[in-house]
């Protein structure tokens, strides 16, 4: 199933890898490997929540997106955002576009009208989601789907970083959902060499684990 096409402007890319690099939001460790909750080890950790505390990063984060959506998706209604890191992007995003936000649960409350959507959302509203990271894109994907599934209508899924998964590639194209981040793992690995924060012998490891990261430091 194809999808669109939608493409990050370039120099922005580097300048938000360079910032997340920067207040330690992504921090690459490959002689070190972090341990993350599934278990793998990995030269790589993300934590795109600490941008929030940053206004200037974050405002050129919400630009970011909201120039996305300028230009690839003009028609969008609703801007949703994935619980949680994604929320509050989602809402300088929809202030800047001046459109309404919702947000969607990775689950529904467990009590009173047992939402999964907060927010107003309408049948046929055309919606834009916002995530901090996409990993595997299976959460992401969820969030789409319920949108979908609420009656609107999921036209893309917008990221602050992408490990560039394989895998999420395919999840996303079996379901003709596009996506984009503002910046990846391959320019991060980029412009963290550039400024020496690691070394030229470290990048064929890092291209490995993304390559294939269940065997990566075995």
């Known amino acids: 199933m194809n999808t669109p096409s939608i493409r990050t402007n370039?120099?922005?890319s580097e300048n938000i890898a360079a910032a997340l690099l920067k207040i330690g939001a992504v921090a690459l460790r490959p002689q070190q490997p972090f341990t993350w909750t599934s278990g793998l080890k990995s030269p790589i950790?993300?934590?795109n929540r600490l941008t929030?505390?940053?206004p200037e990063i974050r405002?050129?984060?919400a630009e970011g997106f909201a120039s996305l959506i300028r230009d690839n998706y003009p028609d969008a209604e609703v801007i949703a955002g994935a619980a949680t890191g994604g929320i509050p992007h989602a809402a300088w995003v929809a202030q800047k576009l001046n459109l309404p936000m919702v947000y969607v649960r990775d689950k529904a409350k467990g009590h009173g009208k047992e939402n999964l959507i907060e927010g107003a959302i309408h049948a046929g509203q055309k919606t834009v989601v916002i995530e901090d990271l996409i990993s595997t894109g299976g959460s992401s994907l969820k969030v789409a789907l319920a949108v979908n599934d609420a009656g609107a209508k999921a036209l893309g899924v917008l990221g602050i970083f992408s490990y560039q998964f394989?895998?999420?590639?395919?999840a996303f194209a079996s379901t003709g959902i596009p996506f984009e981040t503002l910046?990846?793992?391959?320019?991060l690995v980029d412009v963290a060499l550039r400024q020496g924060a690691i070394q030229a012998s470290d990048v064929e490891a890092l291209k490995a684990w993304r390559a294939n990261p269940s065997e990566y430091g075995k």
């Not at 394989?166 to 395919?170: N, R, S």
């Not at 910046?183 to 320019?187: G, R």
């Open 52 to 54: 929030i505390s940053y």
């Open 10 to 12: 370039p120099q922005l």
């Open 45 to 47: 950790y993300c934590d």
């Open 59 to 61: 405002d050129m984060i």
């Open 166 to 170: 394989d895998k999420a590639a395919e």
């Open 183 to 187: 910046t990846n793992y391959s320019v």
